[in-house]
């Protein structure tokens, strides 16, 4: 017979202690168990929700008679698809009868689960166990270097599935059969199963009604229901869904020693109350290769070249030559940088190739070569020249007092190439005018400021255009719901009034009640998001709003 090769130990799995944990150690019964969840439950939680929630029953000669719900296997479902009903062995047929079977099941893609690799899913929900059993007994008030020990559970994270079944209901009467169907339809949406285990959401489609004569008066109803479940096996080859994980109580690491432990007896406090044990050496821990530091170019060490292995302690103290604190004044033969940033002032920058930044001089400021300047100059003083060569570009002269004319009759014309700029006001034949105003609304109404293009231009867009479009809307709505006696519901939204208009109210609207006109002393409008919503005072009105009623609605809607 062939046998196997050993698989190389670089090859196998490392086997770790830690995770090998008894789920039923003596002392400490684990009663966390693997959660699994199959197809079977959540069949199993459709029978006992109807058999035992919704509990359908009939009415059989004053005699309430329950309905029993079976799942069909397919010998059933086959009976029943040629027959249209189900015989019992009598050959008699079952009535009142609900049976079901599961038609279809697909994953549910709202709610994907990547585990990446179903024999190792990597997708788990952590809980902590509250109470240990293993801490039963343990004071860890008073015990040392020992923390409580604390259970952690992995679950893994099941697969979430869409679940279809058929379900077929036959009766004598059409009466027990819609009292059927209403208990069914008002657990719409509920979640079905067992208390105490899993349930299960559910929706429940539209109904089908037929009825037949086969020797007996047959009453038939179907219905498809929906249920959002998830599925959850307790083992999937080697994997478990709940896997059980322990911290420890104490660390300890060993090491060897070259000291032996110290032993002796408590002494008695200084206090007086009790005794206490005195310090104690334990051991020391030496190194087989020293440490050294030995001490260098402008550096001194107080045990320079002196060997450190652990076994005593030792002091080492280095220094410079001289305090080099950021409040000290430091003194070098030579500093060499490839450039310096001036403190205080991290902006200024002194290079090889200049000072990028802002410098303040206090004295006088000589240079034997030319003076470049590539930015303004301002001087506060007087300035002394011998010569001036002035490339003309742009001038700007500051007066401190005075006034300047230009020209002296009517007739004469001042040409000005390039920009203007006015501070104070401006006068235009007797018409004062200190401002060019680009307000767009126009609010302020000054009598001393020139708008703008853009100004006026905007005012009327905005204004004159949007009131005229405000003023020609007029459009008619018709109601959407009646939701109660009082309120009517318009699938619309009130036109906004532009500025300077009284806003929008009932009576910028006409309604009518089945052709008749409605007082509008009566009515008041209330917008709720995308809905215009009617109100009507019905003791002023004289009448209350019944769901059959058509109110049109005419004035200023939105659109």
């Known amino acids: 017979m062939a046998r196997n090769k050993p698989i190389p130990r670089s090859q196998r799995n490392i086997f770790n202690r830690g995770t090998k944990i008894s789920r039923n150690s003596p002392g ?114 008073v015990l040392q270097n020992i923390e409580p020990n604390r259970e952690y559970y992995n679950v893994a994270m099941p697969d979430y599935m869409n679940l279809t079944y058929e379900f077929t209901i036959w009766t004598s009467y059409i009466e027990q059969m819609n009292r059927i169907v209403e208990k069914v339809n008002y657990s719409d949406g509920a979640y079905w199963g067992e208390p105490g285990k899993m349930k299960f959401r559910t929706q429940i489609e539209s109904f089908s009604d037929a009825s037949q004569v086969e020797g007996e008066r047959l009453i038939k109803t179907t219905f498809s229901v929906n249920l959002y479940g998830y599925i959850l096996p307790e083992r999937f080859n080697n994997v478990s869904t709940t896997q059980k994980f322990l911290t420890p109580k104490k660390l300890i690491i060993r090491e060897e020693t070259d000291k032996i432990l110290s032993t002796g007896l408590p002494t008695p406090s200084s206090k007086g109350s009790g005794a206490e044990f005195g310090a104690k050496d334990i051991f020391g821990i030496s190194v087989g290769n020293s440490f050294i530091l030995t001490q260098g170019t402008g550096v001194t060490i107080s045990n320079t070249g002196v060997s450190f292995d652990g076994s005593s302690a030792l002091t080492q103290t280095m220094s410079i030559g001289q305090d080099v604190a950021t409040t000290a004044n430091v003194q070098f033969n030579q500093v060499t940088a490839s450039n310096a940033i001036q403190i205080g002032d991290s902006s200024t920058l002194y290079t090889s190739t200049g000072i990028s930044g802002s410098i303040d001089v206090t004295g006088s400021f000589a240079t034997t070569g030319d003076l470049t300047v590539q930015g303004d100059t301002t001087i506060t003083g007087t300035l002394t020249a011998n010569e001036f060569h002035t490339t003309f570009t742009s001038a700007s002269i500051i007066l401190a007092s005075g006034s300047t004319r230009f020209g002296d009759t009517l007739d004469d014309t001042h040409e000005f190439t390039g920009s203007v700029d006015v501070t104070g006001s401006f006068s235009l034949n007797g018409y004062e005018i200190n401002e060019i105003s680009n307000d767009t609304s126009l609010t302020d109404g000054s009598a001393t400021s020139v708008p703008t293009e853009n100004a006026v231009k905007t005012y009327i867009t905005d204004n004159v255009s949007n009131t005229a479009t405000y003023l020609r809307k007029n459009f008619f709505k018709s109601s959407a719901s009646i939701t109660n006696a009082t309120t009517a519901s318009f699938t619309a939204v009130t036109a906004s009034a532009p500025t300077g208009i009284t806003s929008t109210t009932e009576n910028d609207f006409v309604f009518f009640i089945n052709g008749q006109y409605m007082e509008h002393n009566a009515l008041a409008i209330q917008q709720k998001g995308s809905s215009l919503e009617l109100h009507v005072a019905t003791g002023s009105i004289g009448y209350i709003l019944e769901s059959d009623d058509e109110i049109l609605g005419i004035g200023k809607f939105d659109s």
């Open 28 to 141: 400490a019964k684990d009663d966390v168990k693997n959660i699994s969840v199959g197809i079977m439950d959540m069949d199993s939680a459709i029978m006992y929700y109807f058999n035992e929630v919704i509990k359908p029953n009939v009415e059989i000669n004053d005699e309430k008679v329950k309905v029993p719900c079976i799942y069909a296997s397919p010998e059933r479902w086959t009976q029943i698809t040629k027959q249209g009903f189900l015989r019992d062995k009598k050959r008699q047929i079952i009535v009142p009868l609900i049976v079901y079977k599961r038609t279809g099941m697909t994953r549910n893609t709202d709610m994907p689960i990547d585990k990446l690799d179903s024999n190792e899913p990597k997708l788990f929900y952590s809980f902590q166990k509250k109470y240990s059993q293993q801490n039963r007994f343990d004071k860890f008030s």
